[in-house]
């Protein structure tokens, strides 16, 4: 009997890879940039199996491909916003992604960047790099306290979660706005619900920790800029659709916020006009909050059971668009 025959859009790591070679024909696409749209869909459609990232566009058109063999998505990431899942579900296509398993990584960089843009880490670098060491004194390179200070988070799942964790230890006071209230956690973590607005009103630093979606498109645009604190510093390793950057750039510049770290921007990669570049006080990260080696390697193994069990018949254990089972019944 053939094997089935896979696309992998990326080099994963290899331990998880040797895992899935024996069982499949494969082919892994090795190019500096990722497929284009039309490569992308040739081979896919030639294949039994996707193994994709998040630059993958897997949108309707893509899965309404004529001919498709295509019978299983496994995305490299938690985060499925290059992916329409109806589409997908409507073709029967089960969509594995990783929840879970990058949690504390992502969390740890939402903090590394809250730490390098309130202490003015990466402008100082930039300073000594071009030979401006500027003599000790008392208001060079000046910023923010992160102890002590008021963070609120947007989205309080897995993520928001695990930094109200970080938070606590910095003896930070910690906002969380979500869909819903999270009783137990306000116990346990010593964190309070908040309004959208009073988040936007009190914080000294935001970080938002939510799925991109036709509701959270530019859910912090100028309105929202206009009620935050001028020393408020915002943080994005969510997805850079969320922000509207057109609204952050006037804002940073105008001294509405005091800072910005983000991990993702809207599109990737960021465009070379983007009036971001050009803000001291603006950090930008080329979407690496999971890029630990470890984190990595834990993604690459649960992108591989969610194609073997998909290539056995046998439900994703990490699926996205549950409802693909449940279809027709
Ligand atoms: C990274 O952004 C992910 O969604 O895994």
């Known amino acids: 009997m053939s094997k089935p025959k896979i696309f992998i859009t990326r080099p994963i790591p290899q331990l998880a890879l040797d ?49 498709s063999t295509l019978k299983i998505v ?17 073709h029967e296509i089960p969509v594995g992604h990783t929840p879970g398993v990058l949690t504390e990584t992502t969390a740890d960089f939402a903090f590394g960047l809250m730490l390098a843009a309130a202490r003015r880490i990466v402008e100082g670098n930039n300073e000594v790099r071009q030979g401006i060491w500027r003599p000790w004194g008392p208001d060079v390179l000046t910023g923010y306290d992160v102890h002590g200070a008021t963070l609120g988070l947007i989205g309080f799942g897995r ?11 910095f003896s930070m006071k910690v906002l969380y706005f979500d869909r819903s209230h999270h009783a137990d ?19 000294d630093f935001i970080s938002l920790h939510i ?3 036709p509701e959270t498109h530019h859910l912090i645009g100028k309105l929202e800029f206009e009620k935050m604190k001028p020393n408020a510093i915002l943080i994005n390793t969510a997805r850079g659709g969320v922000v509207d950057h057109q609204a952050l750039a006037v804002a940073l510049k105008n001294g509405k916020i005091a800072a910005a770290a983000v991990d993702v921007t809207e599109p990737e990669p960021i465009q070379n006009d983007s009036p971001l570049l050009d803000l001291p006080n603006m950090i930008i990260a080329p979407h690496i909050a999971s890029a630990s080696k470890a984190t990595r390697l834990r993604m690459a193994h649960i992108a591989v ?16 668009n549950p409802a693909v089972y449940t279809k027709g019944k």
């Open 305 to 320: 059971d969610n194609l073997l069990a998909g290539l056995e018949g046998r439900r994703l254990p990490f699926c996205a």
């Open 159 to 169: 993520i928001g979660q695990a930094v109200a964790r970080r938070a606590a230890g």
């Open 74 to 90: 496994s995305q490299f990431s938690v985060g499925v916003d290059n992916i329409d899942l109806s589409a997908a579900t409507n």
């Open 19 to 67: 895992r899935l070679l024996p069982h499949v024909d494969y082919e892994i696409w090795q190019e500096q940039q990722p497929p284009s749209i039309e490569i992308l869909s040739k081979k896919a459609h030639a294949s039994d199996a996707l193994l994709s990232m998040l630059s993958d566009p897997l949108n309707a058109t893509f899965f309404d491909a004529p001919g």
């Open 211 to 213: 799925y991109l979606s």
């Open 185 to 203: 956690l306000e116990q346990e973590l010593g964190v309070a619900y908040a309004s959208l607005d009073q988040i936007l009103e009190q914080s």
